[in-house]
């Protein structure tokens, strides 16, 4: 008998070899028909594992984050045979489960895969998954594993098996279609009853230029068709939301070859937008007691060898910069937090003078692959509003606390209401990926993990995540379409004192190591001007918006009025314009509407005799005649109900 642990703590006992299906069933026929994944021992199994020993077993349907992992790894195997049939000789690679959905890279024969095929293709796959055909692991010796894909001729299977060991291979089985995988499936291909194909796009054989350029199908599943259905509405909603369509309508930014791919231009509107949002970060910072410093764009590599920088990101770095000094080189800044260990070290500190808050809207680069650049969500040139708190390890608590607050006032300010609090810690199976002692990741992961506990946040803990030189909280944030992303991060570092021997001088008259905190409740300005775009819509809140307010004179004749208008309105600091175009007040609002100005002014004859302006909101509400004052009352009424001074 073995003794399996569930979720709830309570123990239950099985014959050995009883599979987590099995498990499932003695709980309820209910759980049963809807487990679709499990993990043993925090290792993913199947659904029809022989358990062997005592453990702690989750089941997974698919409302669990890993049953559709399972779910959508299992539909790429329906995929990649549906493309062996299609396309006799193709080359099968690799097929994972992203976010949403999944994708298979294939190298094709001849020809080439374009939309107009993506019907084939769903109904050659789904005519498989009809069969309801299990998916059976089986181990395979490393020799067999080589012969079966160099009898097909698949040269990227047999490079992947020559890196495994033997004794760890596997094969998984379902019809007739046999692939390379480690496992993670659900029971069998009839579950999945719903299978669009989205895209197709190019993409290189282990993410290297310099290799074979392979056809990404992309797909997605679901196990209703209901749910397929909802999911393509969204994705039309989501186009329409696209920050790269809306910042080339709204005028925001652009991009240019000759400046070169990933690197942003930022029009005068998209610059204004930077701006307020830079001020309103700035205004909160000064209340919390931090001091704006500037550092360079470069950095001599130096830095960034003693950082640990150099070694974890040189490759994805740009390449760096000789002088024509002999063997003098400097890097584009990566990160901006080696410069701020400096300006920490630039003079002796005393426990009576920390905490120190070093903060820079500081613009970094990094060479990220030209088919992962996207918008302004992936760039090569970014601006983090970036900081570094450098305190005593007694006001660690206290200070990772004071930025918790600052990050929730940010995300409250601009609407993001829908988070997820993410501690994201070391992989413990991993630790050549990150740098310092067990003792200080475990002190700072604690910390974290306080902090949290203490302000109330709703949070998970995420093994894996944390970057190479601490544990960090990350704030996981749903836009309006349900989706999921990181924006600001807070971070423990106990390593980068130590590598750049930061001190301060103690109540002992010894000296001690500080303890380092990084934050960016934005991330980066690129990025969170992406996904504030998309979640609004354009719709920004009123404080942020280019254009508050848009004057409408009927005719030339009310031009003079409408000056009058405007500048009372710049005057109570309300931005606006006046559309003095020879055309119709019709078009005038249709076009301020595509615009998303948020108020319309338009001014006739009857307001000009009674100082009032007729007030037309964005979206069609009509506030009849109001006088300026009004007005002016009612934008920052609204203004000021968003925007709450930090700490109020």
Same mark, same amino acid.
């Given at each position: 008998?073995?003794?399996?642990?569930?979720?709830?703590?309570?123990?239950?006992?099985?014959?050995?070899?009883?599979?987590?299906?099995?498990?499932?069933?003695?709980?309820?026929?209910?759980?049963?028909?809807?487990?679709?994944?499990?993990?043993?021992?925090?290792?993913?199994?199947?659904?029809?594992?022989?358990?062997?020993?005592?453990?702690?077993?989750?089941?997974?349907?698919?409302?669990?984050?890993?049953?559709?992992?399972?779910?959508?790894?299992?539909?790429?195997?329906?995929?990649?045979?549906?493309?062996?049939?299609?396309?006799?000789?193709?080359?099968?690679?690799?097929?994972?489960?992203?976010?949403?959905?999944?994708?298979?890279?294939?190298?094709?024969?001849?020809?080439?895969?374009?939309?107009?095929?993506?019907?084939?293709?769903?109904?050659?796959?789904?005519?498989?998954?009809?069969?309801?055909?299990?998916?059976?692991?089986?181990?395979?010796?490393?020799?067999?594993?080589?012969?079966?894909?160099?009898?097909?001729?698949?040269?990227?299977?047999?490079?992947?098996?020559?890196?495994?060991?033997?004794?760890?291979?596997?094969?998984?089985?379902?019809?007739?279609?046999?692939?390379?995988?480690?496992?993670?499936?659900?029971?069998?291909?009839?579950?999945?009853?719903?299978?669009?194909?989205?895209?197709?796009?190019?993409?290189?054989?282990?993410?290297?230029?310099?290799?074979?350029?392979?056809?990404?199908?992309?797909?997605?599943?679901?196990?209703?068709?209901?749910?397929?259905?909802?999911?393509?509405?969204?994705?039309?909603?989501?186009?329409?939301?696209?920050?790269?369509?809306?910042?080339?309508?709204?005028?925001?930014?652009?991009?240019?070859?000759?400046?070169?791919?990933?690197?942003?231009?930022?029009?005068?509107?998209?610059?204004?937008?930077?701006?307020?949002?830079?001020?309103?970060?700035?205004?909160?910072?000064?209340?919390?007691?931090?001091?704006?410093?500037?550092?360079?764009?470069?950095?001599?590599?130096?830095?960034?060898?003693?950082?640990? $920088?150099? +070694?974890? =990101?040189?490759?994805?770095? @740009?390449?760096?910069?000789?002088? %024509? *000094?002999?063997?003098? &080189? /400097?890097?584009?800044?990566?990160?901006?937090?080696?410069? $701020?260990? +400096?300006? =920490?070290?630039?003079?002796? @500190?005393?426990?009576?003078?920390? %905490? *120190?808050?070093?903060? &820079? /809207?500081?613009?970094?680069?990094?060479?990220?692959?030209?088919?992962?650049?996207?918008?302004?969500?992936?760039?090569?040139?970014?601006?983090?509003?970036?900081?570094?708190?450098?305190?005593?390890?007694?006001?660690?608590?206290?200070?990772?606390?004071?930025?918790?607050?600052?990050?929730?006032?940010?995300?409250?300010?601009?609407?993001?209401?829908?988070?997820?609090?993410?501690?994201?810690?070391?992989?413990?199976?991993?630790?050549?990926?990150?740098?310092?002692?067990?003792?200080?990741?475990?002190?700072?992961?604690?910390?974290?993990?306080?902090?949290?506990?203490?302000?109330?946040?709703?949070?998970?803990?995420?093994?894996?995540?944390?970057?190479?030189?601490?544990?960090?909280?990350?704030?996981?944030?749903?836009?309006?379409?349900?989706?999921?992303?990181?924006?600001?991060?807070?971070?423990?570092?106990?390593?980068?004192?130590?590598?750049?021997?930061?001190?301060?001088?103690?109540?002992?008259?010894?000296?001690?190591?500080?303890?380092?905190?990084?934050?960016?409740?934005?991330?980066?300005?690129?990025?969170?001007?992406?996904?504030?775009?998309?979640?609004?819509?354009?719709?920004?809140?009123?404080?942020?918006?280019?254009?508050?307010?848009?004057?409408?004179?009927?005719?030339?004749?009310?031009?003079?009025?409408?000056?009058?208008?405007?500048?009372?309105?710049?005057?109570?600091?309300?931005?606006?314009?006046?559309?003095?175009?020879?055309?119709?007040?019709?078009?005038?609002?249709?076009?301020?509407?595509?615009?998303?100005?948020?108020?319309?002014?338009?001014?006739?004859?009857?307001?000009?005799?009674?100082?009032?302006?007729?007030?037309?909101?964005?979206?069609?509400?009509?506030?009849?005649?109001?006088?300026?004052?009004?007005?002016?009352?009612?934008?920052?009424?609204?203004?000021?109900?968003?925007?709450?001074?930090?700490?109020?």
């Amino acid at each position: 008998m073995i003794k399996i642990t569930l979720p709830d703590g309570s123990v239950k006992e099985f014959e050995q070899g009883t599979t987590p299906m099995e498990v499932a069933k003695s709980i309820s026929e209910g759980l049963a028909r809807n487990v679709i994944s499990a993990k043993f021992n925090n290792t993913t199994v199947e659904t029809t594992t022989p358990l062997k020993s005592d453990g702690s077993l989750i089941l997974y349907t698919w409302n669990d984050k890993e049953g559709k992992t399972a779910f959508w790894h299992s539909t790429s195997h329906i995929l990649a045979q549906a493309l062996e049939e299609l396309y006799p000789g193709v080359k099968l690679t690799i097929g994972p489960a992203i976010d949403n959905g999944f994708y298979y890279d294939v190298d094709l024969p001849e020809g080439v895969i374009s939309e107009k095929d993506f019907p084939a293709i769903e109904k050659k796959a789904l005519e498989i998954a009809r069969g309801k055909h299990d998916y059976k692991l089986r181990e395979v010796s490393k020799a067999d594993a080589l012969k079966f894909y160099k009898d097909q001729g698949n040269e990227y299977k047999v490079e992947l098996i020559e890196n495994l060991e033997d004794g760890t291979i596997t094969f998984c089985d379902h019809d007739t279609f046999t692939d390379l995988c480690r496992g993670g499936h659900i029971p069998n291909t009839g579950i999945v009853k719903a299978i669009k194909i989205l895209s197709v796009a190019g993409a290189y054989w282990r993410g290297n230029e310099n290799n074979a350029q392979l056809t990404r199908v992309y797909g997605i599943s679901f196990p209703k068709q209901k749910e397929l259905t909802e999911y393509l509405e969204l994705l039309e909603e989501a186009k329409k939301r696209d920050h790269r369509k809306l910042g080339k309508e709204l005028e925001l930014f652009t991009f240019s070859q000759k400046v070169g791919q990933g690197l942003p231009l930022w029009l005068p509107k998209g610059a204004a937008l930077r701006e307020r949002l830079e001020q309103f970060l700035k205004k909160a910072q000064k209340k919390a007691g931090y001091e704006m410093v500037v550092t360079p764009h470069i950095g001599q590599k130096e830095l960034y060898v003693t950082s640990g $920088h150099y +070694e974890k =990101y040189g490759a994805d770095s @740009f390449q760096p910069i000789h002088t %024509p *000094k002999e063997d003098e &080189e /400097f890097l584009l800044k990566p990160m901006n937090c080696p410069h $701020h260990c +400096e300006i =920490y070290n630039s003079k002796p @500190f005393s426990y009576r003078e920390l %905490p *120190k808050r070093f903060a &820079e /809207f500081g613009t970094v680069y990094r060479y990220e692959q030209s088919g992962e650049l996207h918008g302004l969500t992936r760039v090569r040139g970014f601006t983090q509003d970036d900081a570094h708190i450098f305190c005593t390890p007694d006001q660690l608590d206290e200070e990772f606390k004071n930025v918790i607050d600052l990050s929730l006032y940010v995300l409250g300010s601009l609407g993001f209401e829908n988070f997820t609090a993410q501690v994201s810690v070391r992989d413990l199976d991993n630790p050549d990926k990150y740098i310092g002692s067990v003792e200080n990741w475990e002190k700072a992961e604690q910390a974290i993990i306080n902090a949290a506990k203490e302000k109330g946040l709703d949070y998970i803990i995420e093994a894996g995540e944390a970057a190479f030189y601490g544990p960090k909280l990350d704030f996981m944030v749903k836009d309006a379409l349900g989706r999921q992303w990181q924006l600001g991060t807070i971070q423990v570092d106990y390593n980068l004192p130590e590598r750049f021997d930061l001190t301060y001088k103690g109540s002992d008259n010894e000296l001690h190591r500080p303890v380092m905190i990084h934050r960016a409740p934005f991330g980066s300005m690129e990025r969170f001007i992406a996904l504030l775009l998309e979640h609004t819509g354009g719709n920004f809140p009123l404080w942020l918006t280019p254009e508050q307010a848009i004057i409408l004179p009927v005719s030339e004749k009310h031009e003079i009025y409408a000056q009058k208008v405007l500048k009372s309105l710049e005057n109570n600091e309300i931005r606006a314009l006046i559309d003095n175009r020879n055309e119709t007040i019709g078009k005038k609002i249709r076009e301020a509407e595509m615009s998303k100005v948020p108020f319309m002014l338009i001014v006739g004859e009857s307001d000009e005799a009674a100082n009032t302006v007729s007030v037309r909101k964005h979206g069609g509400e009509d506030l009849g005649a109001i006088s300026l004052t009004t007005f002016t009352d009612l934008v920052n009424t609204e203004i000021n109900s968003t925007l709450k001074s930090f700490k109020e």
